[in-house]
């Protein structure tokens, strides 16, 4: 069974850091491309963050380019989101999923999200 | 940026009618467009992919039709279990951008 397990999210003040991790089972994980899609509350979905099978490609949203950071660790079976410099505004639900198959660029699992508030 | 306007922002139905939910393109994305759908409390699901593929283990009353800037998903005959949030997301072109949703309700 494939699974998706976000961890690191909470309250934190605006400028702060979190990291976020993803850890996956049930397959492969080191063939797969994965990304990060936000949730604000009540809003709509953002997609945040990609990365290649082997990490040699990143790709980020304009919105957190430059104060996020995603990372995997094959060997761990786990994605990683550094945010810093948070701000009120990326206040949401995080979530790692995994890319349907090379290049496609579409979602097919998803994990259940963690929150990050930040606020003062 | 590739903008994706979902209309309507509301659908109201009821179970065994017929949806049919819209997402336009501010540009083209091809066939390069899927369709997701959210309930309460959930993370979204892959419905449709590269436009008119649909995902593993969804139901044939799920289709999708259109390329270029005008997308369409259709489900032939609402059940109960339908009535959620609908996204549509392009991979046309960086960065990956969704729709703002539609959500169907029951009538």
């Known amino acids: 069974e494939v699974q998706l397990v976000e961890s690191g999210g909470g309250l934190v003040q605006p400028g702060g850091s979190l990291r976020l991790s993803c850890v996956v089972s049930g397959f492969t994980f080191s063939y797969y491309e994965m990304i990060w899609v936000r949730q604000a509350p009540g809003k709509g979905l953002e997609w945040v963050s990609y990365i290649s099978s082997s990490g040699n490609s990143i790709h980020y949203a304009d919105s957190v380019k430059g104060r996020f950071t995603i990372s995997r660790d094959n060997a761990k079976n786990s994605l990683y989101l550094q945010m810093n410099s948070l701000r009120a505004e990326d206040t949401a639900v995080y979530y790692c999923a995994r890319v349907l198959g090379q290049q496609s660029l579409y979602f097919d699992y998803w994990g259940q999200g963690t929150l990050v508030t930040v606020s003062s | 940026e590739i903008v994706l306007t979902q209309s309507p922002a509301t659908l109201s139905l009821s179970p065994g009618e017929r949806a049919t939910l819209s997402c336009r393109a501010s540009q083209s994305v091809s066939s390069y467009l899927g369709w997701y759908q959210q309930k309460p409390g959930q993370a979204p699901r892959l419905l449709i992919y590269?436009?008119?593929k649909r995902a593993t283990g969804i139901p044939a009353r799920f289709s999708g039709s259109g390329s270029g800037t005008d997308l369409t998903l259709t489900i032939s005959s609402l059940e109960p279990e339908d009535f959620a949030v609908y996204y549509c997301?392009?991979?046309?072109?960086?960065?990956?951008?969704f729709g703002q949703g539609t959500r169907l309700q029951i009538k």
């Open positions: 997301q392009q991979r046309n072109s960086w960065p990956l951008t």
């Open positions: 590269d436009a008119s």
